[in-house]
């Protein structure tokens, strides 16, 4: 069973840098995509970043320019570099692993921007 495990969530001042890690405990095969979704309260889970094998990336137009999901194909890991986070970004941010036959999901890391 592979599992993913997050870090680098906590709370941060509007404007201030999180940098999310993800890493899976064994090689994946056939990887689509990796990246990142959040959920925050009373909303639906909604796609952030994700990146390919080819490093295309692609990002939710409410972060680009902020945020940047880097991956290590040799680790099965993800990175979310996030940068001039606003309230908005408040959420749970989850790990997501997409390959040809199924996908992986972290348990998922509380990102709180306040004052």
């Known amino acids: 069973q592979v599992q993913l495990v997050e870090s680098g969530g906590g709370l941060v001042q509007p404007g201030g840098s999180l940098r999310l890690s993800c890493a899976a405990s064994?090689?994946?095969?056939?990887?689509?995509?990796m990246g990142w979704y959040r959920q925050a309260p009373g909303k639906q889970r909604e796609l952030v970043a994700t990146i390919t094998r080819a490093d295309i990336t692609n990002y939710a137009d409410s972060v680009k320019g902020r945020f940047t999901v880097s991956r290590d194909n040799t680790r099965n890991a993800v990175y979310l570099q996030m940068n001039s986070l606003k309230p908005g970004d408040t959420g749970v941010y989850y790990c997501?692993?997409?390959?040809?036959?199924?996908?992986?999901w972290g348990q998922g890391t509380q990102v709180t921007v306040s004052s």
């Open positions: 997501n692993i997409l390959t040809t036959i199924t996908e992986y």
């Open positions: 064994r090689i994946i095969f056939n990887i689509l995509h």
